[in-house]
């Protein structure tokens, strides 16, 4: 049975979802369920992308979703990895190749999952299946299904995103934004006859960086901490000699309710507008990604559930797991002095990074969240 779940992991990790071409993998999926009596839709986005939502029922009782994402980041060079990157290659018991971690062991856990309880028929309610595309740049397959009613009735959502150690309840919002900063070309000896689009772009980078630093520590989360700020991406210029007539950057903001994405905007908006009439430069600022905070209870009887159940396998706790790490990462880690896991306990948590439920609340707001899957 082992290997069976192994070869499926295998099968999803050499299907290349890199930002796109999801389909081939919810086609695989689609199969898959099939082969074990579940039928599934599939719900086209694009040419090559499409989310699959499959349900098995069991009498009356609540509505639990199992949701992961099949799309992957980018591999980037393939010729500096040590191994193909879709070649799902297995080397002491560990498999590698992109979107092993994050987040295909997951979702072919979900799936195995799946499949196991429409055999035993081991619940009471409805499990519903999500699989989305797109969640790596702007969670299209999520707000896509959220939109359609998918959400509605929906008590509870397990996430497998890699979060082994313990169990994400809540996270911050992202916000991606860009300024774009427009001047007049001119040679650089006679600059006079120009007006230079980087320079205006870095005193608005500056005093943007400056206010929400300040900003945010006037505001704190008591679950989710501060919003935090980060340029991540600069672009400009065409040659050295010539004064740059455009130029952009591009930023993050991780974010709590009390400083949400819309006011990090305002503030961005602010700075812009007051430079624009001061100084005549030419500024302004296009939201990418505008994804909210994630607030769930704790106490909820899905992450208590999955706390009492991962604390009861010796190779889920966070000792065991760590050791793995450093093993195969070569760390160094002082396992005893690792904060918040002293007790060697799987327990509730936040984190920073977004998820599907970032749009999944958007359409039920009561749902209550546990992130917790593999890697």
């Known amino acids: 049975m082992e290997e069976k779940y192994i070869k499926i992991l295998s099968d999803i990790v050499k299907i290349n979802t890199e930002n796109g071409n999801e389909k081939e993998l919810a086609l695989y999926l689609k199969k898959l369920l099939e082969d074990n009596g579940i039928s599934s839709e599939l719900i086209e986005f694009s040419d090559d992308r499409a989310s ?3 349900e098995i029922s069991n009498g009356d009782g609540p509505v639990l979703a199992l949701a992961g994402h099949m799309d992957v980041v980018s591999a980037g060079d393939e010729n500096e990895w040590k191994y193909p990157p879709f070649d799902a290659h297995i080397e002491d018991n560990v498999m590698w190749g992109r979107g092993t971690s994050d987040m295909k062991a997951g979702l072919a856990a979900l799936v195995i999952a799946f499949i196991e309880m429409k055999k035993s028929k081991n619940f009471k309610g409805k499990l519903r299946l999500i699989a989305t595309v797109g969640e790596e740049v702007g969670q ?4 896509q299904i959220t939109d359609q009613g998918y959400l509605d009735d929906v008590d509870s959502v397990i996430i497998a995103e890699p979060c082994s150690v313990a169990i994400a309840f809540a996270h911050k919002g992202s916000l991606n934004y860009k300024v774009r900063s427009k001047g007049v ?4 000896s006679t600059p006079e006859l120009g007006s230079n689009a980087i320079e205006h772009l870095l005193e608005a980078m500056v005093e943007i960086k400056n206010t929400i630093e300040e900003k945010s520590k006037e505001v704190h989360n008591e ?5 935090f700020h980060n340029i991540t991406l600069v672009k400009g210029g065409s040659q050295v000699n010539s004064l740059p007539s455009y130029a952009e ?5 991780r974010t709590i309710p009390e400083f949400d994405n819309k006011r990090v905007i305002e503030e961005v908006e602010k700075v812009l507008k007051k430079l624009n009439e001061e100084k005549g430069y030419d500024l302004k600022v296009e939201v990418t990604a505008d994804l909210p905070a994630v607030e769930t209870n704790p106490e909820s009887r899905l992450v208590q559930t ?3 159940l991962a604390n009861q396998h010796p190779k889920l706790k966070p000792k065991y797991l760590f050791e793995q790490m450093n ?4 760390g160094k880690m002082d396992l005893d002095k690792i904060e918040g896991f002293e007790d060697n306990r799987v327990k509730p948590i936040v984190i920073s990074g977004t998820t599907d439920c970032a749009q999944f609340i958007k359409g039920n707001k009561d749902i209550n969240l546990a992130v917790y899957g593999p890697g």
Do not use: K
Request: aromatic share 8%; net charge negative.
């Open 306 to 308: 999955v706390s009492e």
């Open 327 to 330: 093993e195969i990462l070569g």
């Open 185 to 188: 070309e001119a040679h650089s």
């Open 140 to 143: 299209y397959g999520a707000g």
């Open 249 to 253: 950057f591009e930023a993050n903001a």
């Open 223 to 227: 679950i989710l901490g501060q919003t």
């Open 52 to 54: 699959l939502v499959a």
